[in-house]
């Protein structure tokens, strides 16, 4: 991002996969990559869209409360760093069971491994 430029990092409900078959897609069509306590699931789209993201979080990790603290954690990593992606996509981020009780700083660091390894970096 250019010196003095604002912009704005949300996650509308435009960027957001909702819909069963878009997770289906990407599972089976998408790229693979697992870092730390993520597995992301990616698939470019074309240059003119906007990257989208979806989370999952299996019961496994943990009750309700750590599930949804897994969650939140995986949107405002791809919502800080969502500006960084190469090119426009689409993104599955999979919480691990390793995610339960860890800190923001480590999730980022995971997010940002994982981004680097699969080439979807800027820069």
Same mark, same amino acid.
């Given at each position: 991002? %250019?010196? /003095?430029?604002?912009?704005?990092?949300?996650?509308?409900?435009?960027?957001?996969?909702?819909?069963?078959?878009?997770?289906?897609?990407?599972?089976?069509? /998408?790229?693979?990559?697992?870092?730390?306590?993520?597995?992301?699931?990616?698939? @470019?789209?074309?240059?003119?869209?906007?990257?989208?993201?979806?989370? *999952?979080?299996?019961?496994?990790?943990?009750?309700?409360? *750590?599930?949804?603290?897994?969650?939140?954690?995986?949107?405002?990593?791809?919502?800080?760093?969502?500006?960084?992606?190469?090119? %426009?996509? @689409?993104? *599955?981020? *999979?919480?691990?069971?390793?995610?339960? /009780?860890?800190?923001?700083?480590?999730?980022?660091?995971?997010?940002?491994?994982?981004?680097?390894?699969?080439?979807?970096?800027?820069?």
């Amino acid at each position: 991002m %250019p010196a /003095g430029a604002s912009t704005r990092l949300t996650l509308g409900a435009s960027q957001r996969l909702k819909q069963p078959r878009d997770f289906l897609r990407l599972k089976t069509a /998408g790229r693979r990559l697992a870092r730390g306590c993520l597995l992301l699931n990616w698939g @470019e789209r074309p240059p003119e869209g906007r990257s989208r993201l979806g989370v *999952v979080a299996a019961k496994r990790i943990g009750n309700a409360v *750590v599930r949804a603290r897994a969650k939140r954690l995986l949107r405002e990593v791809f919502r800080l760093h969502q500006h960084l992606l190469r090119v %426009p996509a @689409e993104v *599955v981020l *999979v919480a691990r069971n390793s995610i339960a /009780g860890k800190p923001f700083a480590e999730v980022n660091r995971d997010y940002l491994s994982a981004l680097r390894a699969a080439g979807l970096l800027r820069g």
